[in-house]
Structure formats: structure tokens, C-alpha cells
């Protein structure tokens, strides 16, 4: 039983996150947030809310705006920080495969050349990812990734095990190797990093339920109050989208910047 209630909670974690990547939730959650602001005004009118109710300055209503302040300020930080660190790790990984490729000068020409191919491989690999939008073209690069780095280093471990005299130059070779499998998959994990489905849930609603409280206690029956309510529906609407852009690095507009692997190729390709 609880097994079963586990893959259940799981199941809508993913199809909550599912929704929450597709291209049609920045118009949903715009939609929702704009009725209820709306639903907010109109209830207003009709229970007729006196300019001398100052309901607006209530303590519950000011601590459920500073919740939502809070969970925003939290929420936003935690994606900034997620799109930093997969900026990091691409630099690092980048780095690591011009270190391998700049090793390769100490050995043999054909350990060399073996190496560059291997590196313009690689790098054209990551190159790809910025085409792409679909998640599951992603996970079938990433495997290709990971099936071409393994298959490298075990051609060049067995290499090692059968050449003694190279057995040093492939010994090292074979650690930057290492290096680069482990950074490669650190990229991966990192782009799977978002938001936990429930804390983005509970930001959503959060925001609707102030985008009703500001329609309603906005209003005041003089058309200036709508001021308020418009500047809170915009800004929400912008920080939020962002937030979910930075979750989806793969599809939205704030992308991992794989441009930094070109430079790289281009040099390698000109020696």
C-alpha cells in the first residue's frame, strides 16, 4: 500500500512537472491569473466594498503577502542558482576536453590524432544540444554522449594494456578521460534540475490568490486603484515565467550557453 501511494505521489510530481515544461502553460497561467484578478474586482463591486473598509491592511492578508514574497525571493534565487551552476559545469567540461586534446601533443602522432578526432567528436555532440527543444532528443543525445565517451576509453584502456611502451601516455590519457565521462554526466544532472513540482504549486496558487486579493481590494470603485492590480499581474507574471524558463533549460529562452564549445572546435579543427 505504500509502495503503491509512493509511485502515485511520484506519477503526479511528473505530470504536474510535465504541464508545468509544456509550451502552453505561460498562456494558462497568465489566463488564471488575469480571471482572478478579474473574479477579484467584480466581487468587490458586488459586495460593494467601502473606500472606508481598510480590509487591504488586515494581518492576514499581510502575511499571506509576505509568504508569497518570500517563496518568490526563494524560488527565483534557487533557479538563478541552478542556471549558474550548469553554466559552471559547462566551462568546466569544456575545459577538461581542451586539456585532454593539449596533452596529446606530449605522445605519439597517431595517440594524438586519435585524440583530436575523439575531441571534435565530442564537442560536436554538445554543439547539437542547442538545436534541439524536445526533452526525449535530449536523454537520446545524452546516451549517445555517454556511449561514445565509454567506448573511447575502453578502446584506449585496452590500447594501454596491450602496449607497454605507451602505457604511460594512455594511463594519462586515460584519467582526463575519467574526467570527462564524470563532468559529461554532472551536465546532464544539472539540466534535469528545476524546481520541485509542489514548491512551484504552491507558487502558483499563492499568486492567484493575491492576484484575487489585489483585484478586489484594489478597485475602490475609482478606475486610478487599477494601477495596482495591473503592476502586480505583470511583474508576477514576468517573474514567475522566468522562474519556469530557467527549470526548462532545454526549451525556454535562458539556455545553457553551448556556444562556448565552439571556439574550442574551431581551433582544434585549424591545426
Keep these: 500500500m505504500t509502495n503503491v501511494s509512493h509511485f502515485s505521489i511520484l506519477k503526479k510530481n511528473y505530470m504536474l512537472a510535465e504541464l508545468m515544461d509544456s509550451n502552453w502553460f505561460p498562456l494558462i497561467y ?15 463591486k458586488k459586495l460593494r466594498v467601502a473606500e472606508s473598509e481598510d480590509w487591504k491592511s488586515k494581518s492576514l492578508v499581510s502575511a499571506i503577502i509576505g509568504f508569497y514574497s518570500l ?22 567540461h569544456r575545459g577538461a576536453i581542451a ?16 585524440v583530436k578526432e575523439y575531441a571534435i567528436k565530442a564537442i560536436e555532440i554538445k554543439l547539437s544540444v542547442d538545436t534541439i ?14 556511449f561514445f565517451n565509454n567506448t573511447y576509453l575502453r578502446s584506449i584502456s585496452t590500447l594501454a594494456r596491450n602496449d607497454s611502451q605507451s602505457h604511460l601516455g594512455l ?12 563532468l559529461d554526466a554532472q551536465v546532464h544532472y544539472r539540466n534535469q534540475e528545476r524546481t520541485p513540482a509542489p514548491v512551484m504549486l504552491l507558487l ?14 484594489g478597485v475602490l470603485f475609482r478606475k486610478k486603484y487599477y494601477l495596482g492590480p495591473i503592476i502586480f499581474t505583470v511583474l508576477t507574471s ?34
Design 71 to 92: 517563496l518568490l525571493a526563494f524560488t527565483l534565487s534557487s533557479s538563478s542558482e541552478s542556471n549558474k551552476a550548469r553554466i559552471s559545469i559547462l566551462q568546466q
Design 30 to 44: 497568465l489566463l488564471v491569473l488575469i480571471c482572478m484578478v478579474l473574479v477579484g474586482i467584480a466581487l468587490s
Design 133 to 146: 527543444n524536445s526533452a526525449q532528443s535530449i536523454k537520446e543525445l545524452h546516451r549517445k554522449s555517454a
Design 204 to 217: 502558483l496558487i499563492c499568486s492567484w490568490t493575491i492576484g484575487f486579493l489585489m483585484g478586489m481590494g
Design 171 to 182: 594511463k594519462s590519457i586515460s584519467d582526463e578521460m575519467n574526467k570527462i565521462i564524470n
Design 238 to 271: 514576468l517573474t514567475v515565467l522566468i522562474i519556469q524558463d530557467m527549470d526548462n533549460p532545454h526549451q525556454g529562452f535562458v539556455r545553457p550557453p553551448y556556444t562556448i564549445y565552439q571556439d574550442l572546435l574551431d581551433e582544434i579543427k585549424a591545426e
Design 99 to 114: 586539456n585532454l586534446y593539449r596533452q596529446s601533443f606530449l605522445f605519439d602522432d597517431s595517440l594524438h590524432r586519435s
